[in-house]
């Protein structure tokens, strides 16, 4: 099968691939190694893959203001981590209930934002709404639910562009604790116009699909049939202690 992206043969790195319980932080790093690799040249493939944090973690973006996002004292007493991640966008919570996606793909010309966002989200909505979900489009980069004349999201994506690589990744609300957005986040400084200042309860909403669906769903979009096997295990080891576990990374901001 052939990507919607670039042409190349695309490749599903599945979970079980990778060590058990790693930890958000590990994931993120995973996900920028994977893009070194498609930078310098050593990557041929697009890689499609999906995670799930296993306890909840708040993740900035790259440019994210950590007190302006983000109700730090209460993550503090929680004892939830707050981590920041190399794309741009606003801040999202991890956790279990939460699919994330992501994609690293590698270009020989990199395409206009639009065009990637277009590549990226046009063809998973069209696969999660095989599922019998209304999914579509909203915003820049937002995956939403159309029910009663309202948008509600399911997810939120970001993107970092390389001069000759491309990550793409973001949130896919399934069965997630909604209420614990509105503990821990504030309302963002910027929101899309289809928000409507709504509350990040009114806002938000659950796909309710299941991890097996929603992985199907990822690979379908992506034609992501081939399989990797290996991953970058000591890129990944660096990123983690020379950034992703350093506050001087997290909250630089």
Same mark, same amino acid.
């Given at each position: 099968?052939?990507?919607?992206?670039?042409?190349?043969?695309?490749?599903?790195?599945?979970?079980?691939?990778?060590?058990?319980?790693?930890?958000?932080?590990?994931?993120?790093?995973?996900?920028?190694?994977?893009?070194?690799?498609?930078?310098?040249?050593?990557?041929?493939?697009?890689?499609?893959?999906?995670?799930?944090?296993?306890?909840?973690?708040?993740?900035?973006?790259? @440019?994210?203001?950590? *007190?302006?996002?983000?109700?730090?004292?209460?993550?503090?007493? +929680?004892?939830?981590?707050? !981590? /920041?991640? =190399?794309?741009?966008?606003?801040?999202?919570?991890?956790?279990?209930?939460?699919?994330?996606?992501?994609?690293?793909?590698?270009?020989?010309?990199?395409?206009?934002?639009?065009?990637?966002?277009?590549?990226?989200?046009?063809?998973?909505?069209?696969?999660?709404?095989?599922?019998?979900?209304?999914?579509?489009?909203?915003?820049?980069?937002?995956?939403?639910?159309?029910?009663?004349?309202?948008?509600?999201?399911?997810?939120?994506?970001?993107?970092?562009?390389?001069?000759? @690589?491309?990550?793409? *990744?973001?949130?896919?609300?399934?069965?997630?604790?909604?209420? +614990?957005?509105?503990?821990? !986040? /504030?309302? =963002?400084?910027?929101?899309?116009?289809?928000?409507?200042?709504?509350?990040?309860?009114?806002?938000?909403?659950?796909?309710?699909?299941?991890?097996?669906?929603?992985?199907?769903?990822?690979?379908?979009?992506?034609?992501?049939?081939?399989?990797?096997?290996?991953?970058?295990?000591?890129?990944?080891?660096?990123?983690?202690?020379?950034?992703?576990?350093?506050?001087?990374?997290?909250?630089?901001?």
């Amino acid at each position: 099968m052939v990507t919607k992206i670039t042409g190349c043969d695309a490749q599903w790195l599945d979970e079980s691939t990778l060590p058990p319980l790693l930890t958000a932080a590990e994931q993120l790093a995973v996900d920028e190694a994977i893009l070194d690799e498609a930078e310098s040249g050593q990557l041929k493939n697009t890689v499609v893959r999906t995670w799930q944090a296993a306890a909840p973690a708040v993740v900035l973006g790259s @440019s994210s203001e950590l *007190h302006k996002e983000v109700n730090y004292d209460t993550c503090t007493q +929680l004892n939830i981590p707050v !981590l /920041r991640r =190399p794309s741009g966008g606003a801040t999202v919570i991890l956790g279990p209930g939460c699919v994330m996606w992501s994609i690293v793909t590698p270009y020989r010309d990199v395409p206009p934002l639009e065009a990637i966002h277009a590549a990226m989200l046009d063809p998973l909505a069209e696969a999660l709404s095989a599922t019998g979900r209304n999914v579509a489009r909203e915003g820049t980069s937002d995956l939403v639910i159309r029910a009663a004349g309202r948008a509600k999201k399911i997810s939120g994506n970001a993107l970092r562009v390389r001069r000759q @690589s491309v990550l793409y *990744h973001g949130t896919i609300l399934d069965a997630f604790p909604l209420e +614990l957005v509105g503990q821990l !986040l /504030r309302h =963002p400084p910027r929101e899309p116009e289809y928000r409507r200042q709504r509350s990040h309860s009114e806002f938000l909403t659950n796909l309710l699909l299941g991890r097996e669906q929603i992985d199907k769903a990822v690979r379908t979009a992506f034609a992501a049939w081939g399989n990797k096997t290996t991953w970058p295990h000591q890129q990944v080891r660096q990123l983690v202690e020379s950034r992703y576990e350093q506050t001087s990374w997290t909250e630089r901001l």
